[in-house]
């Protein structure tokens, strides 16, 4: 863990997840192999404070898929740091699940090393009640390599999500994405901070950011922040940020149409994060998003 040590000298949560560690595990995924892991964090008591620290290594050209689930009903505080290396020709897809109870807080955290010719695709969907903290950093490290940091975010009540999302390209022909999206209610608050940064040697590189946020109350708020920094003369970086209510033009077409209120808003909504979701190919994790959405469109009577 002390190669990453210089990346959060100033996160105090990282700092704390040091200072406390209480749980962790690693994971090695040989050279060459194909593998199907399914991870689940899951609170056994109440009132229990967990520090974890992970190590997960994807060798030369295996394959992975990795399912995380947080699924707690107990009051508690989960802090969870992920370090991930991705080596040279490995191909890792990591889905992410946070379905926490109220009074259930998760700060989420991970640092993912990529190298030559190395793919790591990332989505965290959170449809927690409790407040989350997403920080979730990339650094590209070899040439062709590509990372993709994904986010869909559902707050309601008085949550409060935080998320942040940060790549460093450090090489030649590399590519990134970062998008995240959420939808927010009653007096929930939420921030979004993405980062690129653009080494004076990583030319040819293309990275793209995108932000958007609906917000279906008066008392909800929603913050986004991107950033470029290029020191490179030869990329495409790009970026974008809205945040707003529904298109009153866009549910006035769908009335028009037929469609009362509620089922306008609740097509306009699934539409919203129908790019991100269809570039998933696992149908269970997609059936388990349409599942727990609709149950949360239900619930705040959308």
Partial sequence: FLDF???FNEDYVVNLNSLMLNSGYELVINENEDANIFINNNVSEKDLTIFQKNLISCAKNSKVKIIEEYISDKPSNNNVVNFLEIHEGAE??????????E?????????????????Y???TLNISSGSVRNHHYANLLGQNSSVSLDGIFFASANQII???THVNHNYPNSISR???????TDHARASYLSKTYVDKIAQKTEAYQLSKGILLSDDSSFHSKPELRIFADDVKCSHGSTIGPIDKDLLYYLRSRGLNKKNSLSLLIKS???????DVHDKSFV?????????WLKENSI
Avoid: A, P
């Fill in 5 to 7: 040590q210089n990346l």
């Fill in 92 to 101: 890792v897809t990591h889905l992410i699940f946070q379905k926490n109870k």
């Fill in 103 to 119: 009074k259930v807080n998760l700060q989420s955290t991970s640092y993912t090393s990529c190298h030559n010719n190395s793919s």
């Fill in 121 to 123: 695709k990332q989505l």
């Fill in 162 to 164: 935080d998320n942040k």
């Fill in 178 to 184: 970062q998008r995240y999206k959420g939808i927010l």
């Fill in 272 to 278: 919203f994060f129908h790019k991100i979701i269809s």
């Fill in 287 to 295: 059936e388990k998003f349409n599942y727990h959405s609709n149950i």
